[in-house]
Every structure is written in structure tokens, then in C-alpha cells.
């Protein structure tokens, strides 16, 4: 019995790595979960430009590594602002919440290290997003 756990063992992908994002704001959660779900806000940001409405679910738009796709999986009722990002040769699947915090709410954004890059590679490409949490903090709240 012991040799077929091991068995198992080898098998199972190891969790990767994760960075996690949050930003707190005085604005309410429903102000806040459609300030994200508009994607032309997420422009305010400043790495993502040129966001323009594409066939089905998906979004198009400039990003620092080139062209990109950008599809939200939402449900307002539980605050989830999930979605998929396929560019600069890589696909990610970002976990994002909008919870409530007292009068104003809290957005986190939660990063998994795609298969694809090293974690190098996965770091520097979340350098910047410090920034743009600042500016869509900045256009929300004014």
C-alpha cells in the first residue's frame, strides 16, 4: 500500500508560487466592484491601453508585453472579479475579490506563477503593479 502512495506522490504537481495585491478604499463595494467591471477604467491604471471590446466575453488591449486578451468571470454577489489574461506569450488566471471594510471595501488580486515562466520572470512582471493599484485607487476615489 505504501508503494502506491508514493506512486501518487510523483505524480502531483507541486502548488506554485503566489503573489498576493491588495488595495483599501473609502469607496463602497458596489461603487468599487463596477468601477473593475467597467475594463475601460482598468486604462486608468496606466500599463493597459487602448481596451476595446472584442467578439463573446473578451477584451483587447495594449499592454507593456504587447497585445492582449482579458476576459473577467464575475459574480457580483460574492465580489469575485476572476479573470483570464492571455499575452506576452503566457496565460494567467488572476483570483480577485471586492470585499466589504467597514464604510469602504478592499480589492485583493491574487497571482499564481503560470507553468511557463520561472519565478524571476514571474516577479518582474508584477513589479509595476503597485503603480497601477495607486492609480485606480487615485481615478476611483476622485
Known sequence: MVYLIN???KNMKIPR???V???VTIKDVKTTFDFFMN????????ALKNMRKDNDDWWLCDSPLGE??????SNEKFGILDHDFIGGGGKWTVFSRVTPNESGSTVSWLFIRPEDITQEQFEGQLQNFDNEIENWQKALES
Open 7 to 9: 506512486i501518487k506522490l
Open 17 to 19: 508560487s503566489v503573489i
Open 21 to 23: 495585491k491588495t488595495m
Open 39 to 46: 475594463l475601460k477604467n482598468w486604462e486608468t491604471g496606466g
Open 68 to 73: 492582449a486578451k482579458i476576459r473577467i468571470r
